[in-house]
């Protein structure tokens, strides 16, 4: 039975709702956490020094405790030899990812002045395990998702692993905590809009094509592309109710998997509790697993809020002609750009 809800995991986040001026915000806020709420465990951290990397960068391995038995694993790139307190930027890697995929990035942030920190999602990387299931330990864990209700290993698990990595940075004495960034893409892009909207931690946040509307995409048959990341569960699924996948279907997967993300919790309705929060949206205009109506509509609803808030400059979405579902350097130069930009390394 839980005693101790996540409002008062976070510690220093503790009452997060409380912060918001807006009582929706609060009530929208308190709403996500309350999905994703668990016990409080210490974090517990471990730090381990790694290799250098080259003669400018330094690494670090380390580790915290987000609920249960559940260990979160990560990596810090930051200049070698620096003192004193500085930005940092998270970034959430996607499907099938770990954090060593976001090395690359991790080390043109370090350059750029910021200490860069990315982690391994749930049943990603270190975090995988290796019990017997479908054809991943991520799937399998939606598909017992999709069963029991009692982890949301679909986004919402990373939301509260963001918030926890959160409460570890700020025990550490080279970190500003007022200036954290957070970003991602694709799955990664999700959770980062997501984590931004329930967090006012996070100062700056970029999604890298993840932002869109669930509720778009099953009304207008669009959903079958982001279905596909998850595919052998929604089949095992089906196959175990003898039922079609369908947008009905896939709205009852969503139910238990990810309850509320085509409704309550969709990108319209999270984007604007981000405001007055610089944000920015990337997507290509061609990626059939964030299609454009549904992005546009999204951006829309934040637009709206940031134009309301009178911080109509920190918002933008950046579309990229005759892209689809990748990144490229353009890409990855905004985003740098963005936290150079808001968070002044």
């Keep these: 039975m839980r005693t ?16 918001a001026p807006d009582p929706a915000v609060a009530q929208k806020r308190a709403a996500f956490l309350k999905v994703i709420d668990r016990p409080r465990v210490d974090l517990a951290p ?14 670090e391995h380390f580790s915290f405790s987000v609920h249960g038995t559940q260990r979160v694993t990560g990596v810090l790139v930051k200049s070698l030899g620096s003192t004193g307190r500085f930005p940092v930027v998270i970034q959430l890697h996607g499907t099938g990812g770990r954090k060593e995929t976001m090395l690359p990035r991790l080390m043109t942030l370090a350059n750029r002045g910021f200490i860069a920190v990315a982690i391994d999602s749930g049943y990603h990387g270190e975090r995988a395990g290796n019990a017997p299931g479908l ?28 918030m926890r990595l959160i409460d570890y940075l700020e025990t550490r004495p080279d970190v ?10 694709s799955k990664g892009g999700i959770e980062t809009y997501l984590a931004a909207a329930v967090d006012p931690r996070v100062a ?13 995409a099953l009304d207008h048959g669009a959903w079958d592309s982001r279905a596909w990341t998850f595919r052998d569960a929604l089949e095992a699924a089906a196959d175990e ?30 984007l604007p509790l981000i405001a007055p929060r610089p944000l920015l949206v990337v ?61 002044k390394p």
């Design 4 to 19: 101790l809800g996540l409002l008062i995991v976070l510690g220093s986040c503790a009452v997060l709702a409380q912060s």
């Design 46 to 59: 471990t730090v381990r020094p790694m290799t250098a990397n080259g003669l400018r960068l330094v690494q």
């Design 135 to 162: 054809q991943t330990p991520y799937t399998t864990a939606i598909y017992n998702s999709y069963k029991t209700s009692s982890e949301h290993p679909f986004f919402y698990d990373t939301v509260l692993d963001v």
């Design 176 to 185: 500003d905590p007022s200036r954290i960034g957070l970003g991602g893409s």
């Design 204 to 216: 700056v946040a970029v999604s890298e094509r993840g932002v869109q509307s669930f509720k778009w």
């Design 241 to 270: 109710t003898k039922t079609p996948v369908t947008a009905s279907f896939v709205r009852q997967f969503y139910d238990r998997v990810a309850p509320g993300i085509y409704g309550e919790f969709d990108a319209p309705a999270m």
């Design 283 to 343: 997507n290509g205009d061609s990626d059939p697993r964030t299609p454009m109506a549904g992005v546009r509509e999204s951006a829309a609803a934040a637009e709206r809020a940031y134009k309301a808030a009178g911080a109509a400059d920190k918002f933008m979405l950046k579309v990229i002609p005759n892209l689809g579902h990748e990144s490229t350097p353009e890409i990855e130069a905004a985003t740098v750009e963005w936290f150079v930009r808001w968070l």
